[in-house]
C-alpha cells in the first residue's frame, strides 16, 4: 500500500500560478496528476517517472510543470498561466506503470481559477 497526502490548490485569477505537491509514503514508480471537472470525467494532467520521465496532456504543455523529488518520494505540480477550464478537483495518482491508471490516489485539492 501506498499514502499520498496532497497539498496546494485553491483559488487563482486567470494568468495566475499555483502549486500542488503529493507526498508518498514510500518510493513508487509513477506519480502524477489527474483532474476532474465538474460534469466531466477525471483526466490525465501529468505523470513522472522515477527516471524523471515526464508526459503532459496537450491542454497544459508549455504551462504545467511536473517534477518530484525522490529522496522525499514527493512530486510536485507547477501550474502557471492558468485558465479557468483548469478549475477542477486535482488527485495525485501513483503506480508501477505509465501506461495505466495506478491504484493509489490521494485526497483531491480543489484548483478554481476565476476569470
Known amino acids: 500500500q501506498v499514502q499520498l497526502v496532497e497539498s496546494g490548490g485553491g483559488l487563482v485569477e486567470a494568468g495566475g500560478s499555483l502549486r500542488l505537491s503529493c507526498a508518498a509514503s514510500?518510493?513508487?514508480?509513477?506519480m502524477g496528476w489527474y483532474r476532474q471537472a465538474p460534469g466531466k470525467q477525471r483526466e490525465r494532467v501529468a505523470i513522472?517517472?522515477?527516471?524523471?520521465?515526464?508526459t503532459y496532456a496537450d491542454s497544459v504543455k508549455g504551462r504545467f510543470t511536473i517534477s518530484r523529488d525522490n529522496a522525499k518520494n514527493t512530486a510536485y505540480l507547477q501550474m502557471n498561466s492558468l485558465k479557468p477550464e483548469d478549475t477542477g478537483v486535482y488527485y495525485c495518482?501513483?503506480?508501477?506503470?505509465?501506461?495505466?491508471?495506478?491504484?493509489?490516489w490521494g485526497q483531491g485539492t480543489q484548483v478554481t481559477v476565476s476569470s
Open positions: 495518482n501513483a503506480g508501477q506503470s505509465t501506461l495505466v491508471i495506478g491504484p493509489y
Open positions: 514510500r518510493s513508487i514508480f509513477s
Open positions: 513522472i517517472t522515477s527516471g524523471g520521465r515526464t
